[in-house]
Each structure stands twice: as structure tokens, then as C-alpha cells.
């Protein structure tokens, strides 16, 4: 059986069922079908009082064409501990649809590790993403309408720094020209659009602590530059009430269940290497206080998911996680080792030694923030014993467990090892979480902490435009912010071809971008775009509706 036939035999029970399990109320729970739920936290005031269950983040070695299955293992090992009697929820980010009919396809997991219904989570879902872009849209709208009403805020055109968004890969959007046809409609101006996930508006929803925290962040979205140079922001047009409005319901967590009928938050999206790509901060602080362990997972490898978990979003939410489990499959190692794709199932040793580095460097970065690591091999078909052998013995040398894991065929049971190790280290070793950097390091020194401490860079540039604007950011009171890198997420490096743990190399930051309302200061390396285009055999080529009315492709 392949995943979405796995899916469709799921033995779903009642979101109301699965919420009883968490004592989650009735009157708190707001369905979307019988499958999937809003959780309303205004009827749950008593939430706020109870204490927090252990925090575990998922995150992995740098992604290759040969899979790692980081979500996979998000959910068997969530249910596993479930397995074990550990109370346990998950957290995840709601997939975009530009990804799913691009190239990546779903994320909701595969094989018998998957949260469910697997259709509705990776299409429409709830809604949020739709919310999410109408208010995002809302706000362009509103800056064109308030130069044509006579620019009351001497807005320079030139200077408009929001753009529009779509949540559908689509390059032909990247730069437009808006108001053409004459006076009626508007001024002309160039924009472009950017996909829904990297919008700051996610990155808002998912950081905001509550629907009062929400409006004051939309109120700090920096819109446009007036021609005095000074800063507009969203709440100077008035937009934040309105967008407040459109975002009320998309703020409440989703409830949805795994294969094994265990509970599962799937709330916000952004994307990793663009902005901070984790799971919502109102997601995971309800499954901390409805649960004794929480599992969650950070986009991409752990130089840019984890790294920006731990420093932006622990940093902003006061969370101190517990755990980390990094993980590696036998194929991706190949692959950073030099392996092509087309002869990963050929027993190659010297180059899984050759790409060892890559895990290592990863386990050691995830060491420095002070939280106990462990490692889980995501097993494939072809891997030898003699392969599996020599990453448990590497990361043994360094003092690291690591758990061979089946849970994409078997289930829970190919994660329950993975799980009992897992609930060991949280009884046994404390965590002594400390960010990489203190809010009052200069937002420079922040970077280049980043890029020399967890990429291994031996130099990093910018040009002096880059430093002026920094240092006007500190000006204006930015300069305790969090920085936000936006990097490839394939290497170390601004390079994707160079796999591996390379060193002595430069990474460069070609642009800054301030994002008040989300918190932190973006910078950008190399050719980072954040209007992804589609391949040239897109995954919605296959995608369609059979005979009965069932999804196919998807997956």
C-alpha cells in the first residue's frame, strides 16, 4: 500500500473523541466535519493555570533528493510515547499548496506514521492559509487605496516594501506593475507577490501569544517609507482592526488525529528558509498544558529549523525545550558522502563515512543550545546492517544514542525503542537551554555568530549598504530583534551543491529586511527567493479526482 491508500484505510474516530482524551470541553471544540476541529482556548480560561509537559523538537540532517522523513518520525515517535502510556500530543505545520502541486508534495507524514485526513490537511484544510492571504492582500489593498484618497501619510511610492501574496508557486508574479488603465485606477507602481508562507503575517499568527498580542504585532508591520525616510507601519492606515477580523478564527489551533487515533495540533505554516518555520507558539503552548510530552518538528535541517526554533521562537514564547532528536536516513548521508541518486541502494560505506560529517555537525549545533541530543535513523528497505552500524557507532563515540526506527512501515511499534530512549533522557538528563546569542549583541555580531557558529563559515560579508541599514535599525530601537536567516536549505553553505560539513568558505548577506511585527530582522544569502516557481513537470500534472469522487496523485 502506498501512503494515501494507507490514509483512506485509517479507522478515524470523532474529533470530539479525540479531544475528550486531551479534556478538551465540548463547548471549546469547533468542528470542520467529524474529522478535524478548531479549538476555541476562550472557553478553556483554567488552561493558563496548569503546569507544562516536556518539550521535544524533531529535526534533521541537511535535506537531499533522497528523503529523510523528519515528519514521519515526528509522528511515530509520538506515538509511540503514546504507546508506552506517556501522554503525548504532536505539533505540526499546516502544509501550502504551492509545494504540494510543485515538487515536494504532501506533509503530513507517510506510510503508517501520518496524521489524518491526509487529503483535507494538505489542501484547504481550515482555511488559515485563505485567512492568512486575504488579510495579507487586505493591507495592499489598503496602502494603494490610501495614496489614491491623497497619501495623507506622504507615502513614497517608491518606497512600498509590502508586496502581495498567493499561496501557488507562480514566477510569473514575482515582479508586476500595478495601476495601469489611467486615473481610475490608482497610480502605477511596481510590486510582485511572494507565496502565502512567507508572508509576515504568517510569521505573526504563528508568534503571537494571544488575539490581543496578534493586533499589536499587525499594528508594527512595516508597510512603506515615507519621503522624509520615516517608517510606516500597518496600524498608520488603520488595516490592523480589519485584519484582526479576518484572522480571528484562523488563530485557533486545529485538532486533528494520527493513523494510531492520537491527537495532533497542525496550526500555521511558514516556511524555513525563508522565515522561522515552526509550528504556531498557541499550538504548542495548549498541547504543553494538555499533555505530558509534546512532539514537535522545525522545517529543514537543524542549521536553519532548529536554530531558528530554538532562538526565535523559545526566545519570543519563554519556552525551554527538553529534547532534541536529529534525523538521519543511510540514503541522505550517502548523498552529502558524494553518492548520486540513481546508486543510493548500493552499500557504500566509505562515502556514509565521507557524509557522517553532515550529521555530526548538525548533532553538534543542536549540543551548543545546551539540550540533550539523540539520533533516529529512519530505516529504508536497502539499508545494510553494516550501514546502520556505522552511524551508531560514529555518534556513540561521541556520546550520542542513536535508534534504528521502522515507523514508516510498522508503525508506533518501529518508533517504540526510539521512544523509550527518548523518555529516558528526559528523566535522566536536564536540559540547560541557553539561545546562541543575548538580545543585546549587535544585530551584525548576531549574523555572524549564525554564520561562523552553526554553518561553519570562516568569513561572512556584506556590503556597506547592508551595515548602514542594520545600524538604522538599531537606531530606531530594532537592535535587541532576533535575526532570521534566509538561506538554502540544502547545504551549510549558500551553495546547495556543496553537500556535506564544508568549511573555509564565505557566505555573503546581500539584503536585510525588517519584520517588526514578527520580531526579528531577515538576512538574506544568496538566491533565496520567496516565490518558489514550479518544476517543469509540476506534482499537479498527476493530481486529480477519480470516479468516485476521491482525491488521486496527491501523495
Known amino acids: 500500500m502506498n501512503d494515501i491508500e494507507i490514509a483512506r484505510a485509517a479507522n478515524m474516530i470523532p474529533i470530539a473523541r479525540v479531544a475528550q482524551n486531551l479534556e478538551i470541553p465540548e463547548n471549546a471544540l469547533e468542528p470542520y466535519g467529524r474529522f478535524k476541529a478548531k479549538v476555541n482556548l476562550d472557553e478553556m480560561p ?4 496548569k503546569p507544562n509537559g516536556k518539550l521535544i523538537l524533531v529535526t534533521a540532517v541537511s535535506p537531499t533528493p533522497a528523503g529523510e522523513g523528519k515528519t ?13 502510556g506517556l501522554k503525548t500530543t504532536i505539533c505540526l505545520r499546516e502544509p501550502s499548496l504551492g509545494p504540494c502541486f510543485g515538487m515536494k508534495g504532501g506533509a503530513a507524514g507517510g506510510g503508517f506514521a501520518q496524521v489524518v485526513p491526509m487529503e483535507d490537511i494538505n489542501l484547504h484544510f481550515t482555511g488559515d492559509l485563505h485567512a492568512i492571504t486575504s488579510a495579507h492582500n487586505l493591507l495592499s489593498a489598503m496602502i494603494d487605496n490610501h495614496i489614491y484618497w491623497g497619501n495623507e501619510e506622504n507615502i513614497d511610492q517608491r518606497r512600498i516594501v509590502w508586496r502581495r501574496v498567493v499561496d501557488i508557486n507562480d514566477r510569473s508574479l514575482r515582479s508586476i506593475t500595478t495601476g495601469l488603465g489611467g486615473v481610475r485606477n490608482g497610480f502605477p507602481s511596481e510590486s510582485g507577490f511572494d507565496i502565502t508562507v512567507a508572508s509576515e503575517v504568517m510569521a505573526v499568527l504563528c508568534l503571537a501569544q494571544d488575539l490581543q498580542d496578534l493586533q499589536d504585532r499587525l499594528g508594527r508591520l512595516l508597510i512603506a517609507y515615507r519621503k522624509d525616510k520615516t517608517p510606516v507601519y500597518c496600524r498608520d492606515l488603520k488595516a490592523d482592526g480589519a485584519m484582526i477580523a479576518l484572522l480571528k478564527d484562523a488563530f ?37 498544558r494538555l499533555s505530558d510530552y509534546v512532539v514537535t518538528e522545525a522545517g529543514f535541517g537543524a542549521d536553519l529549523g532548529a536554530q531558528k526554533f530554538f532562538d526565535i521562537k523559545c526566545r519570543q514564547a519563554g519556552l525551554t525545550p527538553d529534547a532534541v532528536v536529529v534525523v538521519a536516513t543511510v540514503r541522505a548521508l550517502k548523498m552529502h558522502g558524494g553518492v548520486p541518486k540513481n546508486a543510493l541502494s548500493t552499500e557504500n560505506i566509505g562515502a556514509l563515512q565521507k557524509g557522517m560529517s553532515n550529521l555530526k555537525r548538525h548533532v553538534k549545533n543542536c549540543q551548543r543550545y545546551g539540550v540533550p541530543v539523540i539520533v533516529a535513523i529512519n530505516r529504508y528497505g536497502p539499508d545494510t546492517n553494516q550501514e546502520i552500524s556505522v552511524i551508531v557507532q560514529e555518534m556513540e563515540a561521541l556520546g550520542i544514542q542513536t535508534v534504528p526506527c521502522t515507523h514508516w512501515a510498522d508503525g508506533s511499534k518501529g518508533t517504540e525503542e526510539l521512544a523509550s530512549s527518548v523518555s529516558e533522557i528526559l528523566q535522566t538528563t536536564p536540559s540547560n537551554f541557553k539561545p546562541l546569542y543575548n538580545d543585546d549583541l549587535a544585530l551584525w555580531k548576531k549574523i555572524r555568530r549564525i554564520c561562523k557558529k552553526i554553518y561553519g563559515a570562516s568569513k561572512v560579508t556584506c556590503d556597506q549598504a547592508v551595515k548602514d541599514q542594520l545600524k538604522s535599525y538599531e537606531e530606531q530601537g530594532y537592535g535587541h530583534l532576533s535575526v532570521c536567516m534566509a538561506k538554502t536549505p540544502y547545504s551549510f553553505s549558500t551553495d546547495p551543491s556543496l553537500l556535506g560539513a564544508p568549511s573555509d568558505y564565505s557566505i555573503h548577506v546581500r539584503a536585510v529586511r525588517l519584520s517588526a511585527g514578527a520580531g526579528f530582522i531577515v538576512a538574506l544569502t544568496g538566491d533565496i527567493m520567496v516565490m518558489p516557481g514550479l518544476p517543469r513537470h509540476p506534482a499537479a500534472e498527476t493530481i486529480g479526482v477519480d470516479t468516485n469522487g476521491q482525491i488521486e496523485g496527491l501523495f
Open 252 to 288: 485557533r489551533p486545529n485538532l486533528v488525529q494520527t493513523l494510531e487515533n492520537n491527537p495532533a495540533f497542525i496550526h500555521g505554516g511558514p516556511f524555513a528558509n525563508i522565515a522561522h518555520g515552526c509550528n504556531s507558539v498557541i499550538a504548542t503552548k495548549t498541547a504543553l
Open 46 to 49: 483554567e488552561l493558563a493555570n
Open 72 to 84: 514521519t518520525t515526528t509522528v511515530g515517535l509520538a506515538d509511540a510515547l503514546n504507546r508506552i
